[in-house]
Nanobody
């Protein structure tokens, strides 16, 4: 699967931003989708995940209530809506396609990754 993440940028704390993940090369509705992020000097961590059908959303504790993961299988695109952004949300955000159709909260379940989009939140 080829994945193209977009929508990152520089925002202020409290602002909102929506990331998109355009997929091609594999039937989009067959695999789960995840969003990960990596801050400078830190490991890549899962942010949110969603099943192939759009159900069973998972959120990291740090983003619960602020971020929403969704997907439009007709458009082969996934989304990550981010609200009430904090400086600690600053990171490169990656979307990834899962091996299976579920919602997976760990990186080993994902086999294809987009190039990442940078989100910078200023205080």
């Amino acid at each position: 699967v080829q994945l193209q993440a977009s929508g990152g940028g520089l925002v202020q704390a409290g602002d909102s931003l929506t990331l998109s993940c355009a997929a091609s090369g594999r039937t989009f509705s067959n695999f789960g989708l995840g969003w990960f992020r990596q801050a400078p000097g830190k490991e890549r961590d899962v942010v949110a995940a969603i099943s192939a059908s759009g159900g069973n959303p998972y959120y990291a504790d740090s983003v619960k209530g602020r971020f929403t993961i969704s997907r439009d299988n007709a458009k082969n695109t996934g989304y990550l809506q981010m609200h009430s952004l904090k400086p600690e949300d600053t990171a490169v955000y990656y979307c990834a396609s899962a091996i299976g159709s579920g919602s997976y909260a760990a990186a080993p379940w994902y086999n294809d990754w987009g190039q990442g989009t940078l989100v910078t939140v200023s205080s």
